[in-house]
């Protein structure tokens, strides 16, 4: 069955500019859950969600956000960007939120921030 | 916020075991402990997951500490193709932090 998908694979923007990053689960996963990875603080969790509700939120500003739909499809928006910005976001999508629920992750969007 | 703490790096021979510690000392009574890797220009991918008991799969066995304040994943024979950068993560708090990077030589 098709993996978890994520677009866009790359794209760059300028300070100040927003972005929306979509996520696309395995089909029948009801969770959804967003990480953002930089060389030098590794792979941090922004937030997750399962049936439409966030359900868990890392300690990121707010100007990150998402959501996520009827169809657990996924995105994930961040407003006003910095230089800081620039990293891989990564989204895993998952059966079951907590417990067991393996996490399967999606390539990721590459955003640089200029 | 439960968290874990795992080493930088180790490295290891091709077909050696290999243990990879991780710290979890605030985990919770009901909290999984799970583990991922991450190869070059790749997503992380599962590797196994447990809560009490140790736990085997084809890929690695998992051993937690009697206590559940630390876990060891175990790659019995360590192949050029595990070099990866290895996470371990409570499954209610999701983070991963950095892993640890193993290395492997022929």
């Known amino acids: 069955k098709a993996g978890v998908t994520q677009t866009p694979r790359y794209l760059i923007k300028t300070r100040g500019q927003q972005v929306t990053l979509s996520c696309s689960p395995i089909s029948g996963h009801r969770s959804v859950s967003w990480y953002q990875q930089t060389p030098g603080q590794g792979l941090q969790f922004l937030f997750e969600?399962?049936?439409?509700?966030?359900?868990n939120k890392g300690n990121f500003p707010g100007r990150f956000s998402g959501r996520q739909f009827s169809n657990s499809r996924s995105e994930m928006n961040v407003s006003t960007l910095e230089l800081g910005d620039s990293a891989l976001y990564l989204c895993?999508?998952?059966?079951?939120?907590?417990?067991?629920?393996?996490?399967?992750f999606g390539e990721g969007s590459r955003l640089t921030v200029l | 916020d439960a968290k874990t703490t795992q080493p930088n790096s180790m490295e290891s021979n091709e077909e050696e075991p290999v243990h990879l510690p991780c710290n979890h000392s605030?985990?919770?009574?009901?909290?999984?402990i799970h583990w991922y890797r991450q190869l070059p220009s790749q997503g992380p991918e599962y590797v196994i997951h447990g809560l009490t008991s140790n736990v085997n799969n084809r890929m690695a066995s998992l051993a937690i500490a009697e206590d559940r304040k630390s876990s060891t994943l175990i790659l019995h024979r360590a192949t050029l193709r595990d070099a990866a950068v290895y996470y371990c993560?409570?499954?209610?708090?999701?983070?991963f932090g950095k892993g640890t990077m193993l290395l492997v030589s022929p």
């Open positions: 605030t985990i919770s009574g009901t909290d999984y």
């Open positions: 993560t409570l499954r209610s708090t999701l983070t």
């Open positions: 895993a999508s998952s059966l079951v939120r907590g417990g067991t629920g393996e996490l399967f």
């Open positions: 969600y399962f049936s439409e509700t966030q359900r």
